[in-house]
T-cell receptor
Framework: ETGVTQTPRHLVMGMTNKKSLKCEQH?????MYWYKQSAKKPLELMFV???????ENNSVPSRFSPECPNSSHLFLHLHTLQPEDSALYLC???????????????????FGEGSWLTVV | GQQLNQSPQSMFIQEGEDVSMNCTSS?????WLWYKQDPGEGPVLLIA?????ELTSNGRLTAQFGITRKDSFLNISASIPSDVGIYFC???????????????FGQGTILTVHP
């Protein structure tokens, strides 16, 4: 139990469906992330939210739409996906610190168990 | 962009043997993390390193932050069957305060332990 909970754990959806992945962190962190893990590829960062504001969109197609209503919840809305989008989607969180008015990295990121997505 | 080379890509060892894997980077990192991922699960943090030269242990695991800040290694001593999984290194850099904890991951080392 890492303190980051993802639902559903498995999802099968058609290319015309709309679905959402949910992530909740119980660690009191202020930053949340979506990563994509495909076979034989390194983990790919998709989105970063700091203090509920999206601070990074790593050239992700618009068929993936993140939402962060508060610092402990993160959603990934899925619409008209392609079969090649099938992968393990990992949510993560961390506690980012403000140092001299700037966000400081170097903090530890904790992952959820992932949501296995299959697009048919 | 930043890249991490993790080696070896896979290892097949006998139970009881020691294991060593490493990551090298083309650029400097301020943090090195080592994760283990079991099949169908998310990565679980094993060891975090925040200072060049730092050597940290977690049970049978030992990891070091290279003095050049461009490499790190992970050792597992006296391996057991439950050590099976994929081990990832990850580095983060806060150059200019813009990385927000963004991690660059290695490709992973697949470890198989034969009883």
């Amino acid at each position: 139990e890492t303190g980051v909970t993802q639902t559903p754990r498995h999802l099968v959806m058609g290319m015309t469906n709309k679905k959402s992945l949910k992530c909740e962190q119980h660690l009191g962190h202020n930053a949340m992330y979506w990563y994509k893990q495909s076979a034989k590829k390194p983990l790919e960062l998709m989105f970063v939210y700091n203090f509920k504001e999206q601070t990074e969109n790593n050239s992700v197609p618009s068929r993936f739409s993140p939402e962060c209503p508060n610092s402990s919840h993160l959603f990934l809305h899925l619409h008209t996906l392609q079969p090649e989008d099938s992968a393990l989607y990992l949510c993560a969180s961390s506690q980012e610190a403000l140092v001299f008015g700037r966000l400081s990295s170097g903090n530890t990121i904790y992952f959820g168990e992932g949501s296995w997505l299959t697009v048919v | 962009g930043q890249q991490l080379n993790q080696s070896p890509q896979s290892m097949f060892i006998q139970e009881g043997e020691d294991v060593s894997m490493n990551c090298t980077s083309s650029s400097i990192f301020n943090t090195w993390l080592w994760y283990k991922q079991d099949p169908g699960e998310g990565p679980v943090l094993l060891i975090a390193l925040y200072k060049a030269g730092e050597l940290t242990s977690n049970g049978r695991l030992t990891a070091q932050f290279g003095i050049t800040r461009k490499d790190s290694f992970l050792n597992i001593s006296a391996s057991i069957p439950s050590d099976v999984g994929i081990y990832f290194c990850a580095g983060s850099s806060n150059a200019g305060g813009t990385s927000y904890g963004k991690l660059t991951f290695g490709q992973g080392t697949i470890l198989t332990v034969h009883p």
